[in-house]
């Protein structure tokens, strides 16, 4: 009985619907998926209504990007109210300045010559730079998404841009407030984890994503040992994004069913 308690769909940068990735986690025989998609909500209840028909549990859950001057910080709300104004006005910030960024590197990429189709980035707030880097290899600019990233997109690079974000307190506070639980996503993407831990426990942090394609056995051991000493849950997922990360498989950290059975049973105490 395996679970991925953190993946993307078409409604943020996923390329399979939310109706899709649950029928693919059925195929792949997972026990329950969370939805994680960036700076929305708005594919839970599809996949929820998805998951009913085809006996897959779904777990409705978000990831926000915070603030943060040492890296990724980002941080999985698991069993959000996708109705509750905390998260719906974090969420439509945070798209709104993910659109006015998508917007600024694109003019930033006319400056340098190279264009892509506008449109799109007018007015949908959930594309980012996933979809930028698409755009680019459609439009015969680079020959992968990889390759996008490395020569215009990734941060240090020609066109990069940074976003702004809501700090590490609010984003968790959206969470809680919306009576999910607060979880930091992949630790090794920001320089310090132990210091990071330790301040955003201080700021209602509840749990800390353990297992990840990235991890190694030391990074697990390092951040259940950093769970023990803060009492945290422990999380794991894959981050499946579909065609735009093709080397990451969902389901392909093996979560035993158990990591989520234990989120439940403590969800209430948690958020209380
Ligand atoms: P954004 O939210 O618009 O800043 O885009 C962040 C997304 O881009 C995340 O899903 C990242 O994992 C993804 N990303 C960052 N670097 C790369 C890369 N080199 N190749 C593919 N995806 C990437
Ligand atoms: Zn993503
Ligand atoms: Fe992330
Ligand atoms: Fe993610």
Known sequence: MLVDLHTHTTCSDGTLSPEALVQYAKEKSLEAIAVTDHDTTAGNERAIQEGLSVGVEVVPGVELSAECDRGSLHILGFFVDSESPSITEATAFLQEKRRERNISIIEILE???????????????????????????????????????????????????????????????????????????????????????????????????????????????????????????????????????????LGCVNVPYRVLQEMKEHWATFTS
């Open 111 to 249: 400056d340098m010559g190279v264009f892509i189709e506008k449109d799109p980035f007018l007015h949908n707030a959930y594309l980012g730079r996933p979809h930028i880097a698409r755009a680019l290899v459609d439009a015969g600019h680079c020959e992968t998404i990889d390759e996008s990233f490395e020569k215009f997109l990734k941060r240090g690079a020609s066109a990069y841009v940074e976003r702004k974000k809501l700090s590490e307190q609010k984003t968790i506070t959206s969470i809680a407030e919306a009576g999910g639980i607060p979880v930091l996503a992949h630790p090794v993407t920001v320089s310090d984890p132990e210091e990071t831990v330790e301040r955003l426990c201080e700021r209602g942090l509840k749990g800390i994503e353990i297992y990840y394609p990235t991890h190694t056995d030391k990074d697990v051991a390092r951040f259940t040992s950093l769970a023990e000493r803060y009492g945290l849950f422990v999380t794991g997922g894959s981050d499946f994004h579909g065609l735009h990360k093709p080397h990451i498989g």
